[in-house]
Structures are given as C-alpha cells and as structure tokens.
T-cell receptor
Framework: GQNIDQPTEMTATEGAIVQINCTYQ??????LFWYQQHAGEAPTFLSY????GLEEKGRFSSFLSRSKGYSYLLLKELQMKDSASYLC???????????????FGTGTRLLVSP | SQTIHQWPATLVQPVGSPLSLECTVE??????LYWYRQAAGRGLQLLFY??????ISSEVPQNLSASRPQDRQFILSSKKLLLSDSGFYLC?????????????FGSGTQLSVL
C-alpha cells in the first residue's frame, strides 16, 4: 500500500523558520513533490526531490532521504502569506511519459501569526 | 504559456441529479489529464487520468465517470449524485515531455450535494 504522513497543523511566527516533515511508505519511489495550497484554491508546485539532499529555492528548501523515507520542507523568514496547507506527494513508479500518478498526504496546515 | 481552465467554481446540486464538470487546457498538446477530489480533512484522491483522446483510466470505483472528447478537454460526469460526492474537484495536467514533471492544477470546483 501507499502511505504518506504529515503533521496536521503547525503554527509559527512571522519572520521565523518552520520545518514541515513528511514520511512515506510506498511500493516504489520516483520522486517527491511539495505543493502549497491556500484555502479554496488549487495547489501550486513548490519543489521536487528525486535524489538525496537539500534543494534550495529562495526562502523555501526541501530535503530528501530515500533510505529513511523522509522529507522536509523548510520555510525561512516566514511571511503572513505563507499561511496555507503544504502537501507532500510521492510518485511511486517511474513513468517516462510525464504521467505522474502521485500519492498525496493529507497536508499540513500552517498558520503564521504576527 | 500553458493555462488550464475549470468550471464552474462552485456548484450546489441535489442528491440524484446529474453532474458535468469541464476542464480545458491551452498552450500545449497531448497533455496527460487528471481529475482529483479533495474531501474535507483528506488528501487529494486521484479519480481518473487520461494519456490521450478517449483513453480513460479509473482509480476508484464510484458513480463518477470521465471522458476526453478532444485532446485538451476533460469532463467529469455523474448520472446521479450521492451525498458522498461532495468535495473540492481539481483538474490537472502534466506534460508528456520535458524535464519539469509536475502537475498544474485548475482553480477547482467546490461541489456540495444536498
């Protein structure tokens, strides 16, 4: 089966750093995605990790450890607009046609306070 | 640039009524197309995906169906809605080429079945 676990909710203060963890158990692995979703809106792509290590994109970084089935999303210099749900998703199998059969976690709702 | 359109944004339907949600993609050809549902407090669930015209794969047995009458058009339908069909429905596409293997989501349809 496929299982992805994330904390349900987190709170943090504006200007701070927050780390959102994701653990996964899937039948295979070909990449992990992080998406941001504001309430009532569509998810938007944040990051993609397929190899172990840290990927940095401005204020957001994503880390992957395939041996541990673990990833985290790191948000620095938090802003009020970062209040949203953050979805972890895994591609269990390799598809060379661009087809992505993603398995999503339930998402972590992040609340940033002043 | 590529864009994805999904409508309507919100829909309130009585139990037993039919459903038709439409999604179109512009600026790309032969995309992979997807229908997801997001129920309250749950992760995104893949309902259907399509790799080409007339080619539909169903992930979850249910009273919903999907069709792809044209290359960039994807339709989600039901003959008789159930209460459990309520949720946030998202259409998405991914490229069948290129290195950015990620999903692009439409703006979503909030469906309430009463």
């Amino acid at each position: 089966g496929q299982n992805i676990d994330q904390p349900t909710e987190m709170t943090a203060t504006e200007g701070a750093i927050v780390q959102i963890n994701c653990t996964y158990q899937t039948s295979g692995f070909n990449g992990l995605f992080w998406y941001q979703q504001h309430a009532g809106e569509a998810p938007t792509f944040l990051s993609y990790n397929v190899l172990d290590g840290l990927e940095e994109k401005g204020r957001f970084s994503s880390f992957l450890s395939r041996s541990k089935g673990y990833s985290y999303l790191l948000l620095k210099e938090l802003q009020m607009k970062d209040s949203a749900s953050y979805l972890c998703a895994v591609t269990p199998s390799f598809m060379n046609t661009g087809f992505q059969k993603l398995v999503f976690g339930t998402g972590t709702r992040l609340l940033v306070s002043p | 640039s590529q864009t994805i359109h999904q409508w309507p944004a919100t829909l309130v339907q009585p139990v037993g009524s039919p459903l038709s949600l439409e999604c179109t993609v512009e600026g790309t050809s032969n995309p992979n197309l997807y229908w997801y549902r997001q129920a309250a407090g749950r992760g995104l669930q893949l309902l259907f995906y399509s790799v080409g015209i007339g080619q539909i794969s169903s992930e979850v047995p249910q009273n919903l169906s999907a069709s792809r009458p044209q290359d960039r058009q994807f339709i989600l339908s039901s003959k008789k809605l159930l209460l459990s069909d309520s949720g946030f429905y998202l259409c998405a596409w991914s490229a069948t080429w290129g290195e950015e293997e990620k999903l692009f989501f439409g703006s979503g349809t909030q469906l309430s079945v009463l």
